[in-house]
């Protein structure tokens, strides 16, 4: 089943904060996110696998509660190459079958 | 490291032919290989999941028929579908999982095709 994205879309001036969030109704062995931009394949930002887990990479970090079933991923002082679309993809069994969300829009604007 | 590259990277084709795809990792071992479909504005949708060497499993509503899936190898992988329909035009991304990364999917750069 598809994991739930939100906000759908959200229009930042660049040096603001984003949070996107995924939930999933059901129980999750891992989360992974990436961003796509326009016409281009998915790129890899981070996975989190069970236990609580959070991981940062520069400005961007994220947080997995396995019990919620929810991760959000957050985006400080967002430059403009952050713009795009982002996707979570949940794992239930442990075997790599990633199902994605709908995405989310993120326009980071001067 | 863990590049993945598909080819071509757009196709034009006509009504009733067939069309492959290729998706090779370049730098690493992928031991499972992902096929994936978009549509404008909307999300990825996993049609097939290969193990090098072995069939492929499809998802629920994935004609396997339609949709040939080949991973003869640990770097190579193809995506065959036959006898297009203007239907069929859609977006076409490869992952690549493998080696002490297997958690992670790296995609290809994708292939759009369209059916005419």
């Known amino acids: 089943q598809q994991p739930v994205q939100s906000p759908q879309a959200v229009i930042l001036r660049e040096g603001e904060d984003a949070v996107i969030n995924c939930s999933s109704s059901k129980a999750l062995y891992s989360v992974h996110w990436y961003r796509q931009k326009h016409g281009e394949a998915p790129v890899f930002l981070m996975i989190?696998?069970?236990?609580?887990e959070q991981k940062g990479h520069e400005k961007i970090s994220a947080s997995f509660n396995e019990k919620k079933q929810q991760s959000s991923l957050y985006l400080t002082a967002s430059q403009l190459s952050y713009s795009g679309t982002y996707f979570c993809?949940?794992?239930?069994?442990?075997?790599?079958?990633?199902?994605f969300g709908i995405g989310t829009k993120l326009q980071v604007i001067p | 490291g863990a590049v993945v590259s598909q080819h071509p990277s757009w196709v034009i084709c006509k009504s009733g032919t067939s069309v492959k795809i290729e998706c090779r990792s370049l730098?690493?071992?992928?031991?499972?290989m992902f096929w994936y479909r978009q549509f404008p504005k909307q999300s990825l949708m996993l049609m097939a999941t290969s193990n090098e060497g072995s069939k492929a499993t499809y998802e629920q509503g994935v004609e396997k028929d339609k949709f040939l899936i080949n991973h003869a190898s640990l770097t190579l992988s193809t995506l065959t579908v036959t006898s297009a329909h203007p239907e069929d035009s859609s977006f076409y991304i490869c992952?690549?999982?493998?080696?002490?990364?297997?958690?992670?999917?790296?995609f290809g750069p994708g292939t759009r095709l369209t059916v005419l």
């Open positions: 730098d690493f071992q992928a031991t499972t």
């Open positions: 993809g949940t794992d239930s069994g442990g075997y790599q079958k990633v199902t």
């Open positions: 989190l696998l069970k236990g609580g």
């Open positions: 992952s690549a999982s493998g080696g002490a990364r297997y958690n992670e999917q790296f």
